[in-house]
């Protein structure tokens, strides 16, 4: 997999960061506090998102509190566009993350792959405050003449990704 560019909102320092044009090897250099770890932090965020859930990454850097840039009033955002290959599709994988009803909750969550330099994007996920649909035939993505077949999902919490 190949990023090829992130964008960062309302994360600790990143309160507006996109990263465009990322090679396969780079090296981040700054000043202390510039915002290198937190950076790689917001790597370690979404694995820990994906593999126990928001609240418990969040709770793990301090809370919501803690972790939005102090002053924002948006949620924590991120969008990663990614190629499987260096060939493959444009995917972009987008989050965010707010306070519902008090507690952190994925406001929204989407994945999507363009179909061709014109074409629409396949919506495999597209999900919001723990509702939605998910693609469950994207072995087809690609195909001529593939249809998605999407299937509305309620998860058991809308802090789950």
């Given at each position: 997999?190949?990023?090829?560019?992130?964008?960062?909102?309302?994360?600790?320092?990143?309160?507006?960061v996109?990263?465009?044009?990322?090679?396969?090897?780079?090296?981040?250099?700054?000043?202390?506090?510039?915002?290198?770890?937190?950076?790689?932090?917001?790597f370690?965020?979404?694995?820990?998102?994906?593999?126990?859930?928001?609240?418990?990454?969040?709770?793990?850097?301090?809370?919501?509190?803690?972790?939005?840039?102090?002053?924002?009033?948006?949620?924590?955002?991120?969008?990663?566009?990614?190629?499987?290959?260096?060939?493959?599709?444009l995917?972009?994988?987008?989050?965010?993350?707010?306070?519902?009803?008090?507690?952190?909750?994925?406001?929204?969550?989407?994945?999507?792959?363009?179909?061709?330099?014109?074409?629409?994007?396949?919506?495999?996920l597209?999900?919001?405050?723990?509702?939605g649909?998910?693609?469950?035939?994207?072995?087809?993505?690609?195909?001529?003449?593939?249809?998605?077949?999407?299937?509305?999902?309620?998860?058991?919490?809308?802090?789950?990704?």
């Amino acid at each position: 997999m190949q990023i090829e560019s992130i964008s960062i909102k309302n994360f600790r320092v990143f309160q507006d960061v996109v990263i465009k044009n990322i090679p396969s090897m780079a090296v981040f250099v700054g000043a202390n506090g510039s915002g290198k770890s937190t950076l790689f932090d917001v790597f370690g965020f979404l694995r820990d998102s994906l593999v126990h859930n928001v609240k418990s990454a969040l709770i793990n850097r301090g809370g919501f509190n803690e972790v939005v840039s102090r002053g924002s009033t948006g949620p924590i955002s991120f969008e990663v566009k990614f190629r499987e290959g260096s060939d493959g599709p444009l995917a972009v994988y987008s989050l965010a993350i707010g306070l519902h009803e008090g507690l952190p909750a994925v406001v929204k969550e989407q994945l999507k792959y363009r179909r061709g330099q014109r074409g629409q994007p396949w919506k495999f996920l597209d999900f919001k405050l723990g509702e939605g649909q998910a693609v469950i035939n994207e072995s087809e993505y690609g195909k001529p003449a593939a249809e998605m077949k999407r299937e509305p999902q309620k998860l058991e919490s809308n802090d789950i990704l």
